[in-house]
Nanobody, 129 residues
Framework: QVHPPATGGGSVQAGGSLALSCEGL????????LGWFRQSPGKDREGVAS????????FYADSVKGRFIISRDNDYRALYLQMNSLNTYVTAMYYC????????????????????WGWGQGTQVTVST
């Protein structure tokens, strides 16, 4: 199974914004989870945000609430992450993730459990002061 890469990363100054995208997701039936996680060298993966497609509920890590917005476009099978008011703590590689069919909804909620799901190449986000 090939998963699409995340795109849209880059280098910005603190306070700036970036918009990440992930296009070409699988066209699954039923309810499943789409999300974003990030990882920095030497650190564990950290779930950032997710959408449960059953009712389009969205969930966020406390550290990004009010600053990040996750959204999706069914027509383009795409997932997006709008990142505002960036600070240096968000510097990491970002990945979009798709759950397996019939995954538990609870895994789509903080603290997020994306283990065993699929993701493609990440995109680097670097925030400097």
């Amino acid at each position: 199974q090939v998963h699409p890469p995340a795109t849209g990363g880059g280098s910005v100054q603190a306070g700036g914004s970036l918009a990440l995208s992930c296009e070409g997701l699988r066209d699954l039936t039923g309810s499943y989870c789409l999300g974003w996680f990030r990882q920095s060298p030497g650190k564990d993966r950290e779930g950032v945000a997710s959408i449960w497609t059953g009712d389009d509920s969205s969930f966020y890590a406390d550290s990004v609430k009010g600053r990040f917005i996750i959204s999706r476009d069914n027509d383009y099978r795409a997932l997006y992450l709008q990142m505002n008011s960036l600070n240096t703590y968000v510097t990491a590689m970002y990945y979009c993730v798709e759950s397996r069919p019939a995954s538990l909804p609870s895994r789509c909620r903080p603290p997020f459990d994306f283990n065993g799901w699929g993701w493609g190449q990440g995109t680097q986000v670097t925030v400097s002061t």
